[in-house]
């Protein structure tokens, strides 16, 4: 049977890692600012950052329904659906019903969801593993096995220029954001193993919060030979393609992929914001 990829927009999008023969639909979150609703697909990144910056309110991120992720499951196919943290959003859960309904119209219809338990450069680095799988032509159930272990053992960290948003939005507390601002510290926050956002670090100054990351890295991982790392970024390329070069001087990952940040992952990571998965 073929197969067929579902994914949520927290994916972020790079052509190049694109490499399965097979049907991919990314279904999009809505994002509001103000009184207007943007649709994260196609979406101006730059644009929404003005927007933002212009807006004296939070951005409010409604996740796709049950019957989006139901509209484009294909009966016939094999499908395969993986959704930002379940911690930080809905999308699990409206693709996890999804699934059922899918099962009760299309009796025998295969549908696995799976929780990145992260998001921007984790969901990125699940979908490539997923990719992977697909190629060595591996049975679905073997495939969703290796991906749950591969998810359990994943870590993401990350380095913002603010916390506001995530404050804003209720995915860290208040006095979490306050440490850059009023200690003059850089945060080195990651996901605490069950999905949801923690502070690894404090660091004063972003250079150093940088170097720091790396050195977690290297301390954390002492083969990667086999390992891939994935770096995503909101309107910071330079700042990616540097910390890749630094990573790859004191790592032996098989390889370092930069992402440019998608819409849902730029309202959370804002302008300058970076963020790594491996």
Known sequence: MENKIIVDSC????????????PLERIPFKLRIDDEELVDQDLSTMLLVDKMKLSKNKV??????????????????VNYIITISSKLSGSYNSAVMAAVMAQEKYPGCQVHVLDSESAAAGEDLLFMKLQSFLEENLPANEIVSKLMDFITNMRTMFILNSLDNLAKNGRISGTMALLGKVLKVVPIMTDNGEGEIALKEKVRGKKKAFSRLVEIIADEVSDASEKILAIAHVHAQETAENLKKA??????????VIFEAGGLSTVYADNGGVIVAY
């Open 11 to 22: 994916l972020d999008f790079n052509p190049e890692i694109f490499t399965a023969d097979l």
């Open 247 to 256: 990573i790859e001087e004191k790592c032996n990952f098989k390889d370092v």
């Open 60 to 77: 409010s991120t409604a996740c796709p329904s049950p019957q989006e992720y139901l509209d484009a499951i294909d009966p016939e196919r």
